[in-house]
């Protein structure tokens, strides 16, 4: 079946080092990739997000790159600060409404 | 812009009892969704409803799982009779029906989600 495999599960990086997180997904017809951080306690919440059309989107310290041959996608968080420090979830949506998520990356920035 | 509530935040029943969970998504969003992580596992889809119709249900894991959203409003997951394997965070999202993305309106596939019900099955 459908499925998304992140890593790593746990990341822990000094104060302003890069942040690096990878998923793979299976189903070739997925177009839609999210990324969500859930801070500790809190909602999961979007991020950024980048179709299969683009190979590439920036938000300020935040990255998304997609390589739709080889089925994978990554998040980059840059100069990472300690309010960084969450639970991320990369996501794909398949041809129709659904979306099926990684099992999360707990990233710990020290200051 | 109110968010997505859930209620409760927290609830703890014996092997056996029954539990009603709740969610309201944001106003006018036509798309809700269940979802269910356990312990350090994804966040695994178990369906999709859009307005009171379930789109998509493949992810409920069985007969002992229910849900409804009557009126096309809030919704509703009873969990009956409950297991220890039921335990995890049960969470509700929601997101618009907009497929153009029309600009100043996210498009459909932005979930919005809610703070999670925690459910401990003892």
């Known amino acids: 079946g459908e499925n998304v495999e992140q890593h790593p599960s746990t990341l822990s990086v000094q104060e302003g080092d890069s942040a690096v997180i990878k998923c793979t997904y299976s189903d070739s017809a997925s177009n839609y990739f999210p990324w969500y951080k859930q801070e500790l306690g809190k909602r999961p919440q979007l991020i950024i997000d980048i179709r299969s059309n683009v190979g590439e989107k920036k938000d300020q310290r935040i990255a998304v790159t997609l390589n739709k041959t080889a089925k994978h996608f990554s998040l980059h968080i840059t100069e990472t600060q300690p309010e960084d420090s969450a639970v991320y979830f990369c996501?794909?949506?398949?041809?129709?409404?659904?979306?099926?998520f990684g099992a999360g990356t707990r990233l710990f920035v020290k200051a | 812009e109110a968010g997505v509530t859930q209620f409760p935040s927290h609830s703890v029943i014996e092997k056996g009892q029954t539990v009603t969970l709740r969610c309201d998504p944001i106003s006018g969003h036509d798309n809700l969704y269940w979802y269910r992580r356990v312990m350090g596992k994804e966040i695994k889809f178990l369906l999709h409803?859009?307005?009171?119709?379930?789109?998509?249900e493949s992810g409920m894991p069985n007969n002992r799982f229910l849900a409804e959203r009557t009126g096309g409003t809030y919704s509703t997951l009873k969990v009956q009779p409950a297991e220890l394997e039921d335990s995890g965070v049960y969470f509700c999202?929601?997101?618009?029906?907009?497929?153009?993305?029309?600009?100043?309106?996210?498009?459909?596939?932005?979930?919005?989600f809610g703070p999670g019900t925690r459910l401990l099955v003892l």
């Open positions: 409803f859009v307005k009171e119709s379930k789109q998509d």
């Open positions: 996501a794909a949506k398949t041809g129709g409404f659904k979306t099926i």
């Open positions: 999202a929601s997101s618009q029906d907009n497929p153009s993305g029309l600009a100043g309106i996210p498009p459909r596939e932005t979930q919005y």
